[in-house]
């Protein structure tokens, strides 16, 4: 006999005839997404058992449940109840030995997240001011294995992976929405995003204006200042100005339609936050530009002859640099008054002068004052302007250096006087060479004055005005006229007295035209007559000519000075004051 075949058999036979041995449970797939199949199967290591059964939480699994008593249990539609179920198994041999029950085991069943994760505290919406502390938020998802998580700012990065979102103290950079999502890591279901909202109160911290701290506008512009502030919830912004009350706009911006110079000033802009309490403030100083005014003004206001005059010529505008052009002009016509000094140069003063230290008659006229500040008016005008009109207050003066006059005995002379007076003369009187004093007319004299205009010379310029002659006619000149006559004139300024000489006629001033021409032309054929000579005798010496004659006789009794060109002061009796007669005068 073989012994260890026997041995063999032995011990097979005493195998057989004993209990299985335990067995154990596997499951496919090892993880179950909750809604799906798993199959549970019994191994035992004696071989194949005839007969496998089944307990779930230590209760028999019978036909009609949806399992078998194979040796593999089917169960469909994994729901997340089915892992919290123990589920063991025993082997039954031919011999109807059954084993001990296998270990228990859990089904490892994979669910959520739900639909949508909650949060804890249960709030989503938060409302802080800026520095204060917010408490952690939970992120809350039933899910098995658990979830992985993920917040998102409202710019969609990430700030968290952890399930918990920690902020701490809050800024203004915090504030907005917070998206929380669930993710399954084994089954990778993700739950839809929700999202928390944090609004974070702050500011203002500053008032930004879109204009310089400094701003110049012209008169009639539109301004259009906008004050910006930066805060939350709302700050409301208001407006106040220095010269102007009636600004009600509080939406930051700063409109004037139609600007004026009386809104030159300082504009403030006033943002406040009442749930921080913060004040902000921001200024503007507007001036607005406009042309000067231009007013002229005379010192004094009744200059009199002799005395200094001033002509002022003042300005106020914004900016104030002004250039000041003035004129004199007379009639129409421009005089270049030598005490004028124009300069382009922009000046801050607001007046320009001109200083006459001693004024005289052709210093009388229009006075313009021309001013800029390089700002125009509405209608596009540059320069103001302004006139000032200018009297001398002088004695009565004579216009004339005519002083003598000639005449024949029997005949009838006017002698005609230009006079200028201001204010006008009130009395004129001659006394004649026999003390006959004239004031008016007689048998043998007619006197009057009549206003007429006269051509006169101011600083070198030809200008016209209007004056006054004195016309003294003598009827039937007799030997007693002949002689020296006083003039007397007076106004309100002073008295003035002339003296103006009537002669007689001589011969050789009674040759007529005839013989003047006839003694020339003698005289023109003498002179041929000897040039030919001297040709002649080869002789170098040549005679002068013969003068021409100015003793012509003046046939005209009328004396008319037309032109007198007046140099300074009417007094006759100054030297620097004299008048000169630019056409000849009959007599």
Same mark, same amino acid.
Request: aromatic share 8%.
């Given at each position: 006999m073989d012994l260890p075949s026997w041995i063999y058999y032995s011990t097979l036979i005493v195998s057989a005839l004993g209990q299985p041995s335990k067995p154990s449970i596997s499951a496919n797939p090892s993880i179950v997404p909750e809604g799906q199949t798993v199959t549970l199967s019994c191994i035992s290591s004696d071989g194949n058992p005839v007969l496998h059964a089944w307990r779930r939480n230590g209760e028999e699994v019978t036909a009609g449940t949806p399992t078998n008593t194979s040796k593999t249990l089917v169960i469909t539609n994994v729901s997340r109840a089915d892992a919290n179920s123990s589920f063991t198994c025993t082997s039954t041999d031919q011999n109807n030995q059954t084993s001990e029950k296998s270990a228990e085991y859990n089904i490892?069943?994979?669910?959520?997240?739900?639909?949508?994760?909650?949060?804890?505290?249960?709030?989503?919406?938060?409302?802080?001011?800026?520095?204060?502390?917010?408490?952690?938020?939970?992120?809350?998802?039933?899910?098995?294995?658990?979830?992985?998580?993920?917040?998102?700012?409202?710019?969609?990065?990430?700030?968290?992976?952890?399930?918990?979102?920690?902020?701490?103290?809050?800024?203004?950079?915090?504030?907005?929405?917070?998206?929380?999502?669930?993710?399954?890591?084994?089954?990778?279901?993700?739950?839809?995003?929700?999202?928390?909202?944090?609004?974070?109160?702050?500011?203002?911290?500053?008032a930004l204006l879109n204009a310089s701290k400094e701003l110049a506008v012209t008169e009639g512009q539109?301004?259009?200042?906008?004050?910006?502030?930066?805060?939350?919830?709302?700050?409301?912004?208001?407006?106040?100005?220095?010269?102007?009350?009636?600004?009600?706009?509080?939406?930051?911006?700063?409109?004037?339609?139609?600007?004026?110079?009386?809104?030159?000033?300082?504009?403030?802009?006033?943002?406040y936050n009442n749930a921080t309490g913060r004040t902000v403030q921001n200024s503007t100083q507007i001036f607005v530009h406009y042309p000067p005014a231009v007013t002229m003004t005379l010192t004094p206001a009744n200059p009199i002859e002799g005395q200094p005059l001033d002509v002022v010529c003042n300005a106020s505008g914004i900016p104030a640099k002004y250039v000041f052009t003035m004129t004199h002009t007379l009639g129409g016509v421009n005089i270049p008054n030598s005490h004028?000094?124009?300069?382009?140069?922009?000046? +801050? /003063?607001?007046?320009?002068?001109?200083? =006459?230290?001693?004024?005289?008659?052709? #210093?009388? *006229?229009? @006075?313009?004052?021309?001013?800029?500040?390089?700002?125009?008016?509405?209608?596009?005008?540059?320069?103001?302007?302004?006139?000032?009109?200018?009297?001398?207050?002088?004695?009565?003066?004579?216009?004339?250096?005519?002083?003598?006059?000639?005449?024949?005995?029997?005949?009838?002379?006017?002698?005609?006087?230009?006079?200028?007076?201001?204010?006008?003369?009130?009395?004129?009187?001659?006394?004649?060479?026999?003390?006959?004093?004239?004031?008016?007319?007689?048998?043998?004299?007619?006197?009057?004055?009549?206003?007429?205009?006269?051509?006169?010379?101011?600083?070198?310029?030809?200008?016209?005005? +209007? /004056?006054?002659?004195?016309?003294?006619? =003598?009827?039937?000149?007799?030997?007693? #006229?002949? *002689?020296? @006559?006083?003039?007397?004139?007076?106004?309100?300024?002073?008295?003035?007295?002339?003296?103006?000489?009537?002669?007689?006629?001589?011969?050789?001033?009674?040759?007529?035209?005839?013989?003047?021409?006839?003694?020339?032309?003698?005289?023109?054929?003498?002179?041929?007559?000897?040039?030919?000579?001297?040709k002649c005798m080869c002789c170098k010496r040549r005679e002068p000519e013969p003068e021409p004659d100015d003793n012509e006789p003046q046939r005209d009794q009328t004396i008319e000075p037309r032109h007198i060109q007046i140099v300074g002061s009417l007094d006759p009796n100054d030297d620097l004051a004299q008048t000169r007669e630019k056409r000849p005068v009959h007599s």
């Open positions: 490892f069943v994979a669910y959520g997240p739900d639909s949508r994760v909650s949060f804890y505290p249960q709030n989503d919406y938060y409302v802080l001011n800026e520095n204060t502390k917010l408490d952690d938020i939970a992120c809350i998802a039933t899910c098995n294995p658990s979830c992985t998580f993920e917040w998102k700012n409202s710019a969609q990065a990430g700030v968290t992976e952890k399930s918990v979102l920690s902020i701490g103290v809050v800024d203004r950079r915090g504030a907005g929405n917070f998206t929380c999502t669930a993710t399954n890591p084994v089954t990778k279901v993700r739950s839809s995003s929700s999202h928390i909202t944090i609004h974070v109160r702050y500011g203002p911290d500053k539109r301004v259009s200042i906008t004050c910006s502030v930066d805060c939350w919830s709302t700050c409301p912004v208001k407006w106040s100005s220095s010269t102007t009350s009636n600004l009600e706009n509080n939406k930051g911006d700063l409109v004037i339609e139609n600007v004026n110079r009386t809104m030159s000033g300082l504009y403030t802009c006033s943002a004028i000094r124009n300069d382009k140069t922009p000046t +801050s /003063a607001p007046e320009k002068r001109i200083h =006459i230290p001693r004024a005289v008659l052709q #210093d009388m *006229g229009t @006075y313009m004052c021309y001013v800029h500040n390089r700002i125009s008016d509405q209608k596009g005008n540059l320069h103001k302007s302004a006139a000032l009109e200018v009297r001398v207050s002088v004695k009565p003066s004579l216009l004339s250096e005519t002083r003598s006059f000639v005449t024949s005995t029997g005949k009838n002379v006017t002698i005609k006087l230009p006079i200028y007076s201001l204010p006008s003369v009130n009395a004129a009187w001659f006394e004649t060479p026999r003390g006959l004093n004239l004031s008016h007319p007689t048998a043998n004299y007619f006197i009057e004055i009549l206003h007429e205009p006269v051509v006169a010379t101011f600083y070198g310029t030809i200008v016209d005005m +209007s /004056a006054s002659v004195l016309t003294l006619i =003598i009827y039937s000149v007799q030997e007693e #006229d002949y *002689g020296d @006559y006083k003039v007397w004139l007076r106004n309100a300024v002073n008295v003035t007295q002339y003296t103006i000489t009537l002669t007689k006629e001589t011969s050789a001033s009674s040759l007529s035209l005839a013989a003047v021409l006839g003694g020339c032309l003698g005289g023109l054929v003498v002179l041929v007559v000897i040039c030919v000579v001297v």
